[in-house]
């Protein structure tokens, strides 16, 4: 790690107790800063790495969560720096991101795989309702049912809504972890790279899909041309889809499908 870097994180420390859940935030975006510059300069990066908040940095995001007017957060909720010059692979770090919901990094030269995107699950965690006092030790704490927060609800938060990755360098395949986002991703547009593989069966979880877009890329199955696999006939929600340009055969599954 950097000096700079160790130093810059040391003082996020030391800053109020009102933003100290953005440190590890702001910290693995000083990260994607350094592996998206490496031989470029990004169109707009105002505020990137120059300014402490990382809330207030181009493209950037920030959501808090409130009980009784006093604040919680905030987090980075969305990163967005379409059509930017990004050029470079995402860093491991990037899942530290733990509540992004909204990710376009399209139409950049971003490359490498996207394993790292696949991590980025929902968790639960407590929170009040309005007819609910929880306490302060058990609001925003893990949970598996309402059972564990004393009042409160048991509520999904983060996890991977939107994923737009259209017209990059992206390699690789499209992992059965894709399944880890079957609760909250509702757009897969990884359309326009150069993935390779089959469509992994496991896509068929994501039942909170409405836009799948994998136009353009190099999917099949082994070493041949493959078969859309049956399970994307699992999406209830999806309203667009596009395989084209791929090396896949056979006929769309027919259940519950938009027309293509």
């Not at 990260?31 to 990137?48: L, P, R």
């Not at 309702?129 to 309402?146: G, H, K, L, R, Y």
């Not at 190099?218 to 399970?231: C, F």
């Not at 309203?239 to 055969?249: D, G, H, Q, R, S």
Request: proline share 4%.
């Amino acid at each position: 790690m950097s000096s700079w870097l160790l130093l810059y994180i040391i003082v996020l420390a030391l800053a109020s107790s009102s933003t100290a859940y953005t440190i590890s935030d702001c910290s693995a975006l000083v990260s994607f800063y350094q592996a998206m510059t490496v031989n470029t300069k990004w169109t707009t990066s105002t505020g990137w790495v120059t300014t402490d908040d990382c809330c207030s940095w181009y493209g950037v995001t920030c959501s808090y969560s409130t009980r009784n007017g006093t604040g919680f957060g905030p987090w980075v909720s969305a990163l967005q720096l379409p059509n930017n010059q990004l050029s470079g692979y995402l860093p491991s770090s990037f899942s530290l991101l733990s509540r992004l919901e909204r990710l376009d990094l399209s139409h950049n030269k971003v490359k490498g795989d996207i394993s790292v995107l696949l991590q980025m699950k929902a968790s639960s965690v407590c929170i009040d309702t309005a007819t609910s006092q929880i306490p302060d030790t058990v609001f925003e704490s893990a949970c598996n049912s309402d059972l564990n927060c004393l009042g409160g609800v048991c509520s999904v938060v983060g996890g991977l809504k939107e994923i737009r990755l259209s017209d990059n360098m992206l390699n690789g395949t499209i992992g059965e972890e894709i399944s880890n986002l079957f609760k909250t991703l509702t757009i897969l547009d990884l359309s326009a790279n150069e993935l390779t593989g089959p469509i992994p069966a496991m896509i068929g979880t994501l039942t909170q899909l409405v836009e799948l877009n994998l136009y353009y890329n190099q999917l099949r199955l082994s070493n041949s041309s493959g078969p859309i696999p049956e399970m994307i006939g699992m999406l209830v929600k999806l309203k667009y889809l596009n395989v084209a340009f791929n090396l896949l055969n056979g006929t769309l599954p027919s259940q519950n499908l938009p027309p293509v």
